[in-house]
């Protein structure tokens, strides 16, 4: 089954002339990828704070039902500066529509993409978008490990408030899965289509010290590449081939790369950084058709590639961190198996880049684990000296092309 469905993948990249998401000035300043249900929820406002990789003078939002069993009714919805916690800056307030009007009611399984409001952003600029649900929503659409606090008042509608004072809060993101920018053209994103990593395990919440964080503080040293966009599209748990089955999360790889990598506005490159959490089924799954072998993941990440070459877009791969130690996931098989998928990644000349994470991250002293100085504790992800090296791995000249 997995055979044809590649086959199948291979075949749709190469039907028709397709093009890269349009560049007329807008760009993903901000990306989360929806990965689970989340919990009911009562009528109440939530406020979700993000920080834009770039900055711009208007701003739109988009809002998912992705895994909601119902249509998801949003009756404001307002974007504005954070001012820290749950506050706004004041005057900075801008009420969003969708399609000119200020409530939007979005299908099980859709998406909805907000009219631009007039909003200067900065770069590395916090915003706090507050949303209201007037009715109770049986199944909400959540991206896990946010690493960000979530304001949430019970009850009505507070999304223009300047703070929440008795806010609950949470740790997941609620509904919004990205934040675009309206920049200079031509617009310039480059996109991650993740695991843990690049979702930042082993970061501090409200920290912003994920490694595509880190990236974009780089970025914005560089007058010629501080306009480009980052869509983090890092799923904690997320494998390359197969979806989510406990302890893994998420629509696979294959399944999202359009929504989280082709479809991003401006996107010019994606970064493809998985596969880990294909090869640690084999030890954490007993079911046989859920364990990958090299052969096939170097067949997917093929088919990665040839789907952002059709559409015009150029992709690197980023090589697989050491993980010794790490339990429940390392064993000698694991180990080969990254070994042989580092190699084949190095050598097949099947992406425009490579990234050697793994190089920058190993200890030298022994290549099978993390660098001691770059561990968060539990040996396979990062702290956040150790994403800070990693953002220093992207030859800033790839995107200068």
Do not use: C
């Amino acid at each position: 089954m997995l055979k044809r469905v590649l086959t199948a993948l291979l075949f749709l990249s190469f039907l028709g002339a397709a093009t890269a998401a349009p560049h007329d000035g807008w760009r993903t300043a901000w990306a989360t990828a929806p990965d689970s249900t989340g919990p009911a929820l009562d009528a109440q406002t939530l406020r979700q704070v993000v920080r834009t990789a770039t900055s711009g003078t208007r701003v739109r939002i988009r809002l998912s039902n992705l895994f909601g069993t119902q249509p998801l009714v949003i009756g404001a919805a307002h974007v504005a500066l954070s001012a820290g916690g749950a506050r706004v800056a004041p005057g900075s307030d801008r009420a969003l529509t969708f399609g000119g009007k200020a409530t939007v009611t979005i299908a099980p399984g859709a998406s909805a993409l907000s009219d631009p409001a007039a909003l200067p952003v900065g770069a590395l600029q916090p915003l706090a978008v507050s949303l209201y649900v007037p009715r109770k929503v049986e199944v909400s659409t959540i991206h896990g490990f946010a690493l960000q606090t979530v304001y949430m008042k019970v009850p009505g509608d507070a999304t223009a408030a300047a703070d929440l004072p008795s806010a609950a809060t949470d740790d997941s993101r609620y509904f919004l899965s990205d934040v675009e920018v309206e920049g200079p053209r031509p617009a310039r994103t480059l996109a991650i289509v993740g695991d843990s990593i690049a979702d930042g395990v082993g970061a501090g919440t409200d920290h912003d010290a994920r490694w595509p964080d880190a990236l974009a503080a780089r970025l914005q040293l560089d007058p010629a590449l501080a306009g480009i966009g980052i869509a983090n599209g890092g799923i904690a748990g997320n494998r390359i081939l197969h979806d989510g089955a406990d302890p893994y999360i998420g629509p696979s790889a294959v399944a999202r790369f359009d929504r989280d990598g082709l479809d991003k506005p401006g996107v010019r490159w994606i970064l493809v950084h998985a596969g880990l959490n294909d090869f640690t089924a084999t030890n954490l799954l007993t079911d046989p058709a859920q364990h990958v072998t090299v052969e096939q993941l170097e067949a997917g990440l093929r088919a990665l590639a040839a789907r952002a070459h059709a559409r015009g877009v150029r992709i690197w791969a980023g090589t697989l961190m050491p993980l010794a130690g790490a339990k429940r996931f390392y064993s000698d098989d694991v180990e080969r198996q990254r070994q042989a998928i580092n190699a084949w990644i190095r050598t097949s000349a099947v992406f425009d880049a490579v990234i050697d994470f793994d190089a920058a991250m190993r200890a030298p002293s022994d290549p099978t684990h993390l660098n001691p100085a770059y561990d968060s504790g539990d040996h396979l992800h990062p702290n956040e000296e150790g994403y800070r090296v990693m953002a220093h791995q992207i030859d800033l000249r790839l995107l200068r092309s």
